[in-house]
């Protein structure tokens, strides 16, 4: 279920982007970002390029706050939308759960290897311990949006007791009955272009999510763009930069709607 749209465009990774921190948190390396005395927590779980991404962290403006040469000025999300999460008064995590070892298109690994070192079900096993730890700073609500790789980790932690609301951003490896298992509200942001999760598919958690009268939820699939749209893009192209903001301004919105 993986394959080339799930890697193109990589990011130059950069540790030191973000006008957050990194610190521990639930045991691993987390990107933080936010007001530390918010009572409402976004948590961020990335694709395969990993949290230093520096799209994923920056200024509040939307501006880099450092130089950063992209490869071929792409960009990915990570820290670069959780800064812009947080300016909306949200105290956001971004957590490492590649330990170090995020997904490396010149490392002469394919993706399935990589896959098989880092699956979806260890993500979510990592993923309840730093939500335990959100807790314990006094978080009293927590969304959860997951891109890609992460969409799978979220759709499961929003089948169980841990996050009040779920955004799954060009999901991978997300089935129907994953979306069938959903208890908290949920927005899934799905691209026209997109081998993972095509529109047909698409549209059959849409069906799903409808016939769901107990859980709010919709699907938005945005025409023209490819898998890894709103985390990967050219910021040199203003309608892909454009198409990116749309999504994270609908994540925010469901994020302010249901985590209060």
């Not at 945005?222 to 749209?229: C, D, L, R």
Request: proline share 6%; hydrophobic share 40%; charged share 20%.
């Amino acid at each position: 279920m993986s394959g080339p749209q799930c890697c193109a465009n990589p990011p130059t990774l950069n540790p030191s982007s973000g006008a957050g921190h990194v610190e521990k948190l639930g045991g691993l390396n987390t990107y933080v970002t936010g007001s530390s005395d918010s009572k409402l927590a976004v948590l961020l779980v990335s694709d395969v390029y990993g949290y230093e991404a520096p799209n994923l962290s920056s200024t509040h403006s939307g501006k880099f706050i450092h130089s950063v040469p992209f490869l071929n000025h792409w960009s990915t999300c990570s820290r670069k939308l959780a800064d812009k999460i947080a300016a909306a008064g949200f105290y956001v995590a971004v957590p490492d759960f590649f330990y170090g070892d995020p997904f490396a298109p010149d490392s002469g690994k394919s993706i399935q290897d990589w896959i098989k070192n880092h699956g979806v079900d260890k993500g979510f096993d990592d993923a309840k311990p730093v939500i335990q730890a959100l807790k314990s700073k006094g978080i009293s609500a927590i969304g959860a949006a997951g891109f890609c790789w992460g969409a799978k980790v979220v759709v499961q932690l929003a089948k169980r007791d841990l996050i009040q609301a779920a955004v799954l951003l060009h999901p991978s490896f997300v089935t129907i009955d994953d979306i069938k298992g959903v208890e908290v509200p949920v927005a899934v942001l799905g691209a026209e272009i997109d081998q993972l999760s095509p529109p047909s598919l698409l549209k059959q958690f849409e069906e799903v999510i409808s016939a769901k009268s107990e859980v709010d939820g919709y699907v938005k699939i945005f025409p023209k763009v490819v898998h890894g749209w709103t985390v990967r893009y050219s910021v040199e192209d203003e309608a892909a930069v454009k198409r990116a903001e749309e999504a994270h301004e609908n994540l925010l919105e469901w994020f302010s709607k249901y985590v209060k």
